[in-house]
């Protein structure tokens, strides 16, 4: 066999034309990869407040209460338990929020767009080495499910500044994301089944 027989078939115009479409979806993958620079800039001037406020720095400790919604009967005059738990989570929402950007650029530009070839290379994330797209999509919903489940903690930690009916709202809307996971997953669960069963 020569080298001409192991060279990909030449597409027809049109349908090479389609195929390459998909590379404008390249914008939006580097979109991303702005995004996440966004929320690690956040991030770092949250965790610098905090630290500040640790040091019993009066505006960077403003600075926080601002941020997390947190409202008390009392001004906030020091660092107190309830602030830092609500700034923990804030930042672990944005980590969370983070690896979700991380799995939708590179297991949608793997999925979609074009392979990265990364099977030997020594940091290739392990879930990688199995994504496409239906797996994507479930690994997408839970990560959306623990996004939500952050927001609603820290609804309910600071639920005095909320409002019953957005306390309902917030948690039945995490009910929905936990059920539209769950049919994803289900969905899934029978296509690849069913596939399974064609293939024998």
Same mark, same amino acid.
């Given at each position: 066999?020569?080298?001409? &027989? ?19 979806? #390249? ?22 407040? #905090? ?27 020091? #660092? ?17 929020? %983070? ?11 793997? =999925? ?10 020594? &940091?290739?994330?392990?879930?990688? %080495? ?33 409002? &019953? ?5 917030? =948690? ?6 936990? #059920? ?11 296509? =690849? ?8």
């Amino acid at each position: 066999m020569n080298q001409a &027989d192991l060279s990909p078939p030449r597409l027809r115009p049109l349908p090479a034309l389609i195929f390459a479409s998909r590379w404008l979806q #390249l914008p939006l993958y580097l979109g991303l990869i702005v995004a996440q620079g966004v929320y690690v800039a956040h991030f770092l001037m949250e965790l610098w407040h #905090l630290v500040e406020a640790a040091f019993g720095n009066k505006h960077a400790l403003q600075a926080l209460v601002e941020s997390i919604g947190y409202k008390s009967g009392a001004p906030v005059a020091a #660092l107190n338990e309830t602030v830092i738990m609500l700034v923990v989570l804030a930042l672990i929402d944005v980590v969370m929020i %983070s690896n979700l950007l991380i799995m939708v650029i590179v297991g949608g530009f793997e =999925t979609f767009v074009s392979r990265l070839n990364l099977e030997d290379h020594p &940091d290739q994330p392990e879930w990688l %080495s199995h994504v496409n797209a239906s797996v994507l999509k479930v690994k997408l919903a839970l990560s959306i499910i623990g996004i939500s489940s952050i927001h609603l903690l820290k609804t309910f930690i600071n639920a005095d500044n909320y409002s &019953d009916r957005m306390l309902i709202a917030q =948690t039945g809307i995490h009910l929905t994301f936990l #059920l539209s996971a769950l049919a994803i997953a289900l969905v899934d669960r029978l296509m =690849t089944s069913a596939a399974a069963h064609g293939g024998h």
